[in-house]
């Protein structure tokens, strides 16, 4: 019992954090950094180099660049501490994200389990298009953050540029506290404005080593006043005893304003701001500080709710050792060595290895063979986890990603994650019979690690289609199934995943009759079907009255609609948002059977569909594409061409930026065509919008070359 409540007694000194950003922001670096500081690696890995400890995947080295979140603990103490030589190290548990929109996956999950974010922006670049999405991901969370305006070292960069784009076009209430000394190659540290202490690193000592004084430079003085002022102005604003205390002109305490900037922080009132040059080894350690001072430990968070799967009654969860065990798995991993690993955050109570655990969201109860610490791709193995903690378990067989698992005594189900549809598919075959059997397997692993990617098969040619969020994503997922699966296959051309829907209401009725020698076939159905709002979905509606066709078969005659559904009507896409109704129909004491309604609902689906004026939605992406200005007037006539709404054009220091909405359809190799537009120094950055209507030339245009035989003129 006393390991328990020395175990409780830290819970106020755990942190889940999870760095998040634009690509290329510096997420990575600042991780290898943190780690490198807290002792957790004796050498800074370099992303060119490929040798960081959290990109270990083959491809990321290759790449450089974050496919998937890699979790990792460490240990830090405070400055303060350490220069009292008081040895007090709180616990950080860190989800480092990756920036490519085609892994918005790995960012969502990690964001659902995490505390606080510590959010990475380019000094120079100010808020990106990734930044707002990531950015708005948390705030869909709420989860507190802090934000880190990095490269301060880098041609351009500029600190209160970024905080005014931080202010602008993420809507958020910035505390800037530090300025930073210098900016581009004679940036040399930081103020801290609330002790006023000059904060430098040296060149030396990978910046393990820094020097702080009260020596602030003569030209900063009046401006490190002003900005002092402007943050506890900030701060006494959110909290009304600090307010009258500072409004009747006496100045609050640092440990004052620390405590009240803590509370706003975790009640998401304002967003303490940072600087640095994580690859210049600059920066880090102020940041680590401020993770211990500001972001909230589970104590701060006291609570999780959820509903209980038994009476639909909202469920509350105390994020403490002694509440029944709740958590959430939210990430599945295959190892090669240990196998299935189901990265799980462990909200209350404990978990032990060799337990039975209850999966809520399945009903059903899975055994725990171990659980491990994880450390990027190494682990290390414990016997029990506690809440508060995030923790990868082995010999989970069922669990898949958003499931909640907890004690059976005490079931609770806690929001699952959402996850973006696929816009985009390609087919892929297996080259010999071999690689048949193999690519099953693969197929059936990759979709339990990543939700966003998603496999079908092709039933009128025989082909496997795979489908995910963008060319990146299904690229490294053909690229995984061949070395670490070891198959063989041939890929076709990335394909945009259109779906099909019905403008209008129509009825229609489905008879399938057979009669051969002894018994035959008797189904008959009427639907009515109409559309509904787009993005929700499929809705099947039972009206039948007074048992014209019995229970057991009106379930035969939702399947035939789903199949439908699924395979599509107007040129094999599936069917979206719509509801349809059965009302109607017959049966035959003899004949009837779950087959034949099947086949009658199918009949009568597709009648009605092709009454209801049937059309195609396309998926429409957000591009924006940065380009020097004297191009800006070639590359938005491109995109005009291409069916595209311009948003609008921004500057920014040497650049333009422009804002479009394009169909995906339209932007087949539009990398090469930038490239040639802009003799190479143009870039653009695409993520999923919304889907619209095709426009009905083009529609015509596709019916055209269509082989679809599940169409019926």
């Not at 199934?481 to 063989?488: A, D, N, S, Y």
Request: some cysteine; overall charge negative.
């Amino acid at each position: 019992m006393a390991d328990q409540t020395t175990r409780h007694a830290e819970l106020d000194k755990i942190r889940n954090i999870g760095i998040i950003a634009h690509i290329d922001a510096g997420k990575t670096t600042t991780t290898e950094r943190i780690l490198f500081y807290t002792g957790k690696t004796y050498k800074i890995g370099d992303i060119d180099e490929g040798n960081t400890q959290m990109d270990w995947m083959e491809q990321e080295k290759e790449r450089g660049i974050t496919i998937v979140s890699a979790a990792t603990t460490a240990f830090w103490t405070h400055s303060e501490k350490v220069a009292k030589n008081i040895e007090d190290p709180y616990r950080i548990n860190i989800i480092d994200t990756p920036g490519h929109v085609d892994f918005t996956a790995e960012v969502e999950r990690s964001l659902r389990v995490l505390d606080g974010g510590i959010t990475v922006l380019d000094a120079e670049e100010g808020v990106q298009s990734q930044s707002e999405t990531v950015w708005r991901q948390a705030d869909k969370y709420k989860v507190p953050r802090i934000c880190f305006v990095n490269k301060m070292d880098k041609l351009g960069a500029d600190f209160l540029a970024t905080v005014k784009s931080i202010e602008e076009r993420l809507g958020a209430n910035p505390a800037i506290m530090v300025l930073p000394i210098g900016a581009e190659s004679s940036y040399v540290g930081n103020v801290d404005l609330l002790t006023k202490k000059a904060i430098r690193w040296g060149s030396e000592e990978l910046g393990a080593k820094y020097e702080i004084t009260d020596d602030i430079p003569g030209d900063m003085v009046s401006q490190v006043e002003e900005y002092r002022k402007k943050l506890i102005e900030k701060i006494a604003e959110t909290d009304d005893k600090l307010l009258e205390k500072y409004l009747g002109g006496e100045e609050p305490t640092i440990d004052e304003l620390k405590k009240a900037l803590r509370a706003a922080v975790i009640a998401y009132k304002l967003v303490p701001i940072y600087a640095g040059t994580s690859l210049r080894n600059k920066g880090v350690q102020p940041l680590l500080d401020a993770v211990i001072d500001y972001l909230p430990s589970p104590v701060d968070l006291g609570e999780v709710k959820g509903i209980n799967p038994k009476t639909e009654a909202p469920e509350v969860r105390k994020l403490i050792p002694e509440e029944a065990l709740c958590g959430l798995a939210f990430k599945i991993q295959i190892d090669p060595h240990v196998g299935k690993l189901t990265y799980f955050r462990v909200y209350s109570g404990k978990v032990q290895s060799g337990s039975y655990i209850h999966n809520s969201s399945k009903n059903n109860t899975e055994r725990i063979g171990r659980i491990l610490l994880m450390h990027a791709n190494t682990r290390e193995e414990i016997k029990e986890a506690y809440a508060g903690e995030i923790v990868a378990l082995v010999g989970l067989k069922e669990t898949i990603t958003g499931d909640t698992l907890c004690d059976e005594k005490s079931p609770i189900v806690l929001e699952k994650i959402t996850f973006p549809e696929p816009v985009i598919s390609l087919a892929i075959e297996p080259k010999t019979k071999v690689d048949q059997e193999k690519l099953g397997f693969a197929l059936k692993r990759l979709t339990e690690e990543d939700p966003t990617f998603q496999v079908k098969s092709n039933h009128e040619t025989g082909q496997t289609i795979i489908s995910g969020i963008g060319e990146l994503q299904l690229e490294i997922m053909v690229d995984r199934m061949k070395r670490e699966f070891g198959v063989l296959a041939n890929v076709g051309a990335p394909q945009v995943a259109y779906k099909e829907t019905v403008k209008g209401q129509a009825e229609a009725e489905g008879k399938y009759i057979r009669q051969s020698g002894g018994r035959g076939q008797y189904g008959h159905c009427y639907l009515r079907i109409e559309p509904k709002p787009r993005g929700e979905g499929f809705e099947f509606k039972n009206a039948i009255k007074g048992g014209a066709i019995p229970a057991e078969f009106i379930t035969s005659v939702e399947k035939g609609v789903k199949e439908s559904i699924e395979n599509g009507v107007l040129l094999g896409y599936p069917v979206v948002d719509v509801k349809v109704t059965l009302y109607d129909g017959s049966y035959h004491d003899v004949d009837s059977s779950d087959v034949a309604f099947k086949i009658a609902a199918s009949m009568a689906f597709q009648s009605a569909s092709k009454k209801a004026e049937l059309t195609l939605l396309e998926p429409v992406m957000l591009v924006e594409v940065t380009t020097p200005s004297e191009y800006m007037g070639d590359i938005i006539g491109d995109l005009s061409a291409k069916r595209s709404q311009i948003m609008g054009t921004e500057e920014r220091t040497r650049a333009t930026i422009i804002k479009a909405m394009v169909p995906l359809a339209e932007l087949s190799g539009y990398a090469t065509t930038l490239r040639s537009m802009s003799k190479g120094r143009a870039s653009y950055y695409m993520e999923p919008s919304h889907y619209e209507e095709v426009p009905r030339n083009i529609i015509e245009g596709m019916l055209a070359k269509s082989t679809f035989t599940g169409r019926v003129e």
